[in-house]
């Protein structure tokens, strides 16, 4: 559907162009026949270079993999099919339709509307032709500040934070309740129940779910639980999801005795229960893991914006070594299997039969009660059957407190513990990773690596994995334009855009407060084949006019005047069709709004840019160039004489 929408200013494009040409001819008074065959045949070559170029673009999206490449497979094959097709109608049926219904020039209106449009692209023009003219003659200082705009996109990029993707108001949160190490059920489930109270007084909660003890993937952990707080939708509710969760965040961590909190859900590329910092540290051994990972929480804690630090690697669990007597008990006669089944079945609790009642079956489980087997003492109370009678189990047994691991995680076959954390409001995912790095390669022991899991690694993959994407989205233009201009030269002119419509993509990112992720980066790909139509239109019909014995300089002005209204036809075209999805509107709009603002954004820049740049840049390297065969021909067959290029 969001290639649908996106569509819906781009499939028009073509059709504008090709229906402003053919018009442009009537202006010279020629009929709607003839109009229609001179205007189509010239702007032919110019629709099916920048059909193609969107295409290259958009194809290659299709073949992502990962969480990106579910999110965007269809998108990449929806657009570019739609602008094929787009492409096929401009060439065909726009032409037809235009030779039947146009209306002459003498036909169109003549109200104060038409006339006040007509005079305000009259003065457009004019005003245009001024501005060209002096950037022409000021071609140094003309390319100084499109350097200097491509210096201020490094700038920005660096500068602007970023994360995998924004988080989306999905009217839920996720809770955690963490108990200490040895705590029994019935201590977590009581501060789950206190927190239950909290959160079952909110003016927008509409349901709420907990549970203690549960396991997913095994057995559940005692010292755990978890919440699911359901909020009623947007429109009955006046504060948003991330604004609840962020309120409830010190009401919760203040309770002593739990560590609690509420989280909002990642809109993609992890569990539902997971953390966004997600950071793995591997080593030989667990002991030097647990150095490392001291010191990695000593300094994460001082960045002052993560919250909920934790780490997997626990050596702090509670734990009885009970060690037997063997001599002892051999003369005692007690075996060491008496002693582990007496263990087992009064602490541990063991099924020795089952009785039916009714339909029903019901399993018999020896166990002594919960309070009598509350400490390490209920062993003194434990007695077991020797051959003098009933001896007293510490007689042969010797109990010890120690502690031990909670359990020994891997990741990717390596010994390793996991760093986990929340961001406070503000914070991106991109800057958290980046100073966890940073103090990794400073703080840590030389035999300890990191790497990445969750959503922290999901954002790294992803972010790559889409530069590279833009940069063979730019090959790709690049080789399709070289075969159709027949020249590497006149390429490179029209790709000069894409830096002036980065520029403004980011600075609109800034202006409104949003960050690089893997919308807005999808975004960036999209302008590289939007912003090329412009150029291609002022390059392609310069190419015609020098074939038909304009000077360098006369056939760059007078394309770029004649061209400036298609131009400005179809981005403005382009810029509102996709002005609903940079505002943000609809459910969900938080992830969609910054491909909107980098499309906008980068739009309305390269527009007035492109105009100004490429003629500049075109007169200094059509020199490089010659004029295409295919040109060559159509001037001999109009009986035109070639005259040379020169540059002004």
Known sequence: MLGFVLSIGLVVDDAIVMLENIYRHMEMGKSRWQAAIDGSKEIGFAVVATTISLVAVFVPLAFLTGTVGRLFNEFGVAVAVAVLISGFVALTLTPMVCSKILKPLHHTGTGWASRSFDAFFEWLNRTYDRILRWTLHHRGLTIAGGVLLIVLSVGLFMFIPSELAPIEDRNVGFGIVIAPEGATLEYTDSYVKEIEKLLLALPERRALFTATGLGFEGPGNVTNSFMFLALKPQSEREKSQQQIVQELFPQLISIPGVLAFVINPPSIGAEFTSSPVDYVLQGDSYDE?????????????????????????????????????????????????????????????????????????YDVILQTKPYLRSTPDAIQNLYIRGKDGLIQLANVVKVEKTVAPKELNHYNRLRSARISASLVPGVTLGKALDDLDRIAQTKLP???????????????????????????????????????????????????????????????????????????????????????????????????????????????IEAATIRLRPILMTSFTTIFGILPIAIGLGAGGESRRPLGLVVVGGMLFATFLTLIIVPVVYTLLARFTKVSKEVDQLAKEENLELKPVTVE
């Open 446 to 556: 030389a035999g300890i690596k990191t790497d990445f899991a969750g959503q922290s690694l999901e954002y790294k993959s992803s972010s790559s994995s889409l530069y590279f994407l833009f940069l063979l989205a730019i090959v790709f233009i690049f080789l399709v334009l070289s075969a159709q201009f027949e020249s590497f030269v006149h390429p490179f002119t029209i790709l000069l855009t894409v830096p002036l419509a980065v520029f403004g993509a980011l600075l609109f990112l800034f202006i409104f407060g949003q960050t690089l992720n893997i919308y807005s980066q999808i975004g960036l790909i999209m302008l590289i084949g939007l912003v090329t139509k412009n150029a291609i239109l002022i390059v392609e019909f310069s190419n015609q006019l020098q074939a038909r014995g304009e000077s360098l300089m006369d056939a760059v």
């Open 289 to 361: 893991l647990n150095a490392g990972v001291g010191i990695m929480m000593g300094e994460a804690s001082q960045l002052g914006y993560l919250i909920n630090l934790d780490s997997d690697l626990r050596l702090n669990k509670p734990q009885l070594d009970i060690n037997i007597d063997r001599e002892r008990a051999s003369g005692l006669g007690v075996s060491v299997m008496d002693i582990g089944s007496t263990l087992e079945t009064f602490l541990g609790g063991r099924q020795v039969t089952n009785f039916k009642r009714g339909s029903k079956q």
